[in-house]
T-cell receptor, first 110, second 111 residues
Framework: DSGVTQTPKHLITATGQRVTLRCSPR?????VYWYQQSLDQGLQFLIH???????AKGNILERFSAQQFPDLHSELNLSSLELGDSALYFC?????????FGQGTRLTVV | QQPVQSPQAVILREGEDAVINCSSS?????VHWYRQKHGEAPVFLMI?????EQMRHEKISASFNEKKQQSSLYLTASQLSYSGTYFC????????????FGKGTKLSVKP
């Protein structure tokens, strides 16, 4: 158990819809990272938040957005969903040197 | 920018050794190694820092050649539990979690 909690574990939704994925980092960790993992693209970095502020953006689509709240939990919002958005979405938190991943949310867009 | 991992896949018998390589075209601050089993989250194995020492996690060790921007993961006397996909994640900003991952090396250990 990494200490990073993600909800929900599974999500099935239709194209065009909007969903919100939630992540609670390990106690004391100020950083939250979001990753997308699909079969053809591998693990892709999406975005990094540190103590409520956006620090870095990776390959994140404009239809996706994220935020980190004062209690340090983070939400990833995915809108106008397409079939190609189906993937595992991981969040990770880190404090000193290493990133620890949550169990992921498997999103299926039908 | 994505690091290149080799080999893409390897099949071992229990007790055999393996080496997985990770090469980057960019100067690196650190290299992180993860193992992921099917349907599960990547699990942190170890981190190699620029100027740091070779690391070890049980019978798995790794090295980082800063001049070549290359890291190698050494699996010694492999066990069935070593099966999974190994990813290297590269960091050139010192941000720890903002990692660019390679495509992974699938390791299968057979009895």
């Amino acid at each position: 158990d990494s200490g990073v909690t993600q909800t929900p574990k599974h999500l099935i939704t239709a194209t065009g819809q909007r969903v919100t994925l939630r992540c609670s980092p390990r106690s004391g960790d100020l950083s939250v990272y979001w990753y997308q993992q699909s079969l053809d693209q591998g693990l892709q970095f999406l975005i990094h938040y540190y103590n409520g502020e956006e620090r870095a953006k990776g390959n994140i689509l404009e239809r996706f957005s994220a935020q980190q709240f004062p209690d340090l939990h983070s939400e990833l919002n995915l809108s106008s969903l397409e079939l190609g958005d189906s993937a595992l979405y991981f969040c990770a938190s880190s404090y000193m040197k290493s990133a620890f991943f949550g169990q992921g949310t498997r999103l299926t867009v039908v | 920018q994505q690091p290149v991992q080799s080999p893409q896949a390897v099949i071992l018998r229990e007790g055999e050794d393996a080496v997985i390589n990770c090469s980057s075209s960019k100067a690196l601050y650190s290299v992180h190694w993860y193992r992921q089993k099917h349907g599960e989250a990547p699990v942190f194995l170890m981190i190699l820092l620029k100027g740091g020492e070779q690391m070890r996690h049980e019978k798995i060790s790794a090295s980082f050649n800063e001049k070549k921007q290359q890291s190698s993961l050494y699996l010694t006397a492999s066990q069935l539990s070593y099966s999974g996909t190994y990813f290297c994640g590269t960091d050139w900003q010192g941000s720890q979690g903002n990692l660019i991952f390679g495509k992974g090396t699938k390791l299968s250990v057979k009895p």
